[in-house]
């Protein structure tokens, strides 16, 4: 990316951003075609007052294509510092890895979805996320 200085126009910064901004669609497109599951809740934002900082409204917050761009580069980011770590200290480097679902949470919700007449694919988290878009309809945010 060129430094931010006045010699550098408006658009040379917009090509650069639009080309970060192709790089995180390739690098999210990747991930959710290697079984990445993205399940998300509406997210509550507040308006404050000005004067008093009290809320004075709340209304649910967008997630933007600006959102998916910091979140892609932060992911890849921490998968570079972890595989350095890994081939620097392949015998001390402790990494987290997120645990496997609770089998009577997972159980429940399988149930709970045929009672819906959902019909999921539970048996891999990639699975999941397709099933969940055939049925339910493509998510915004992924």
């Known amino acids: 990316l060129p ?3 006045p010699s550098h126009p408006v658009d040379e910064i917009h090509e650069a951003v ?3 901004h192709n790089i995180a669609r390739y690098l999210r497109k990747q991930r959710f075609e290697g ?7 509406m997210k509550l934002a507040f308006t404050l007052d ?6 004075q409204g709340c209304y649910v917050y967008q997630y933007r294509d600006s959102n998916k761009l910091v979140e892609e580069f932060m992911l890849l980011a921490n998968m ?3 595989h350095k770590i890994h081939r620097a200290f392949p015998d001390l480097a402790l990494l987290r890895r997120h645990p496997q679902p609770q089998t009577k949470l997972l159980n429940d ?3 709970f979805c045929d009672q819906m007449g959902l019909n999921l694919d ?6 999941l996320h397709q099933t969940l878009n055939k049925v339910i309809g493509t998510d915004r945010k992924s």
């Open 3 to 5: 430094p931010i200085a």
């Open 18 to 20: 639009l080309n970060l």
């Open 35 to 41: 079984g990445a599951l993205r399940l998300d809740q």
């Open 50 to 55: 000005k004067e008093s900082g009290m809320p």
């Open 80 to 82: 570079a510092v972890a």
């Open 109 to 111: 919700l399988m149930e």
């Open 122 to 127: 539970f048996s891999t988290a990639g699975t």
